[in-house]
């Protein structure tokens, strides 16, 4: 009996097995799928999936067939900015609408135009609204079409470029080298009055200045010339349409 009794206390509990065994199958299929993942390759995430199910009991499993985790986080992304831009369209409509009922009443129609598309909103406006012919300052009783578009854009959160243009008169005066001149430095006072005056956020704005060289109509008639002498406001698209085309202009320079 003694021998017998001995026998049995030195056989060992091995029942720590089963759980041990569970712990690596869980730890193996969780190294299968972070590799598919790894290789961002559709069969072998496919494959891993299908594996990750059958761990866990064959049932329903924890990944639909096909599924990659990647492309439900793109597509949610994707969602949301769609949301998002949705927002933002149906705000620059609504902007665009009330800048040309205001130019309209206030008899600025003919000379400032709005137009929306795919990269955003864009204020066109001819020099004679804004300056003296050859100079850059802006005139002080013609500013509201300024404090408008200001008053109009105040409150976005999107980036705004100031543009420059000039028609293909050469300048050379004391103040002004060039057309490029004239056109930068009236996109820079058109700036500086939107951001003091206007109370536009200053790290929103940047200007561009193109001279003479990107004209939108023909410099050989006076209408033409005078149209090309203009500043451009365009509010950047914090989310750009793929149809670059969308209501009275096209891609902005």
Known sequence: MSRKKKHEEDHIDETWLIPYSDMLTLLLALFIVMFAMSQVNQQKFQKAAKEFNAVFSGGSGVMPEGGNSVA?????????????????EDKMTEIKKGLE??????????????????????????DAVLFNSGDANVLQELSPVLLEISKKVKDLDNNIKIIGHTDNRPIKTAKFGSNWDLSAMRAINVMHYM????????????????????????????EGQA????????????????????????KPN
Do not use: H, M, W
């Open 72 to 88: 439900v986080l793109q597509e949610t992304n994707s969602s949301d900015e769609a949301k998002k831009g949705v927002i933002e």
């Open 195 to 222: 951001v003091d005056i206007g109370g536009l956020k200053p790290e929103k704005l940047s200007i561009q200045a193109f001279g003479e060289y990107k004209p939108k109509y023909d410099n050989s008639t006076e």
């Open 101 to 126: 009922k205001g130019f309209a009443e206030s008899g600025y129609a003919d000379k400032v135009s709005v137009g929306l598309n795919g990269e955003g909103l864009e204020v066109c406006i001819q």
């Open 227 to 250: 149209k090309n002498r203009r500043v451009e406001i365009f509010i950047v698209r914090n989310y750009p349409k793929t149809n670059k085309k969308v209501d009275g202009f096209s």
